[in-house]
């Protein structure tokens, strides 16, 4: 076989490598409409806002409406009831329904947030904080079985605080309720995401003493999830999807706060753009956020090993990390 000189050569391998670029940065057209659910409205979610604002899903031909679920269970209920093409949840939703008789399964296919984006808050300023303090108190919680009250029980055992004797977890109360709750005076400490955080603190009605994610440490905790139909189905949509979140978390790493707080200050009316700023700042100094919209096995091991501890689920119902999660997609992003 007579061999390519030596510049050709190198020409015809720079080809190869951008042959695929160019068809995964070609928009869809036309553009494609997407129903798309967030889990709740919070800043935890900046780098899909500033997608949406900034024009990256136009960009990739998608045409993209949102609505807010209101909590993981309903944002699954929209995916399996085909009221919604794309929900952004928490993981352990997946593994869940997994194991369950449904006949529709969900998929990950990109992840968001790299933790925890819960905050404690405690009624009055501590200079020195330990969990310990925890012990005999109420904490407003979450719903059982969802992320952020698994994340906060594996902090708590972290410290040597049994999170079913030692403290008492009010994790009976609706997610638009939870503010309203601690002002009216229920638990001596509580969880919550900014920017309710950031808004109880500025009102002097709370202190932040945690971050719940810092202590877990870096585990996929809200995810982009279809069913298996849909991704099968749509693979040109979600490989557009996944670039834009690629493409998002790496602007969101490399901007400074104030740049973003104008970007997505529309989803948050009412609310001061310096406040906003400062919530953002928060996450960043906490590396909330992923920086690839790859979600590993290692990150659903560990997942898997914290719902075990906190009961919610039997260690002979661990999954495979294939049956829940497809790779592909975040893999070959550009």
């Known amino acids: 076989m007579k061999s390519l000189p030596l510049p050709r050569l190198a020409g015809a391998a720079l080809l190869a490598l951008l042959a695929p670029l160019a068809v995964q940065a070609e928009a869809l057209n036309p553009p494609v409409k997407v129903r798309y659910e967030e889990v709740v409205r919070s800043i935890l979610y900046v780098p899909k806002y500033v997608a949406l604002s900034q ?3 136009k960009d990739a031909g998608l045409d993209v409406s949102m609505k807010t679920s209101q909590g993981t269970d309903k944002g699954m209920t929209a995916l399996l009831s085909g009221s919604a093409d794309i929900v952004l949840i928490g993981p352990e939703a997946s593994i869940y329904v997994q194991n369950s008789e449904s006949p529709v399964k969900p998929k990950i296919f990109a992840g968001l947030t790299a933790t925890d984006g819960f905050f404690l808050l405690a009624r009055k300023p501590i200079d020195k904080f330990d969990w310990s303090m925890l012990k005999g108190k109420e904490v407003i919680g979450f719903r059982p079985g969802s992320n952020p009250i698994v994340f906060l029980e594996a902090a708590l055992r972290k410290h040597g605080v049994d999170p079913q004797k030692d403290v008492k977890l009010l994790n009976n109360i609706g997610i638009p309720a939870r503010a309203g709750a ?3 005076g229920q638990g001596e400490y509580g969880i919550f995401l900014e920017p309710e955080a950031g808004e109880l603190v500025r009102n002097g009605k709370g202190y ?7 202590e877990v440490g870096q585990v996929d905790y809200t995810v982009f999830t279809a069913t298996d139909k849909y ?6 949509v979600i490989q557009a999807w996944t670039n834009v979140v690629a493409r998002a978390e790496k602007y ?3 901007t400074p706060a104030t740049t973003l707080a104008p970007q997505i200050m529309t989803f948050f009316p009412g609310m001061d753009q310096g406040a906003v700023t400062e919530a953002i700042d928060r996450y960043k100094q906490y590396q909330i956020w992923k920086t690839s919209p790859l979600v590993t096995s290692e990150a659903m091991t560990t997942l898997q090993d914290m719902l075990i501890a906190s009961a919610v689920m039997k260690d002979s119902a661990r999954v495979k990390y294939e049956d829940v999660v497809v790779a592909d997609f975040a893999k070959q992003v550009r």
């Not at 932040?208 to 810092?214: C, L, T, Y």
């Open 208 to 214: 932040i003493v945690a971050s719940v994610g810092h």
């Open 231 to 236: 991704i099968r189905d749509n693979p040109k």
């Open 55 to 57: 024009g990256y899903f």
């Open 252 to 254: 969101v790493k490399d």
């Open 182 to 184: 601690w002002m009216a």
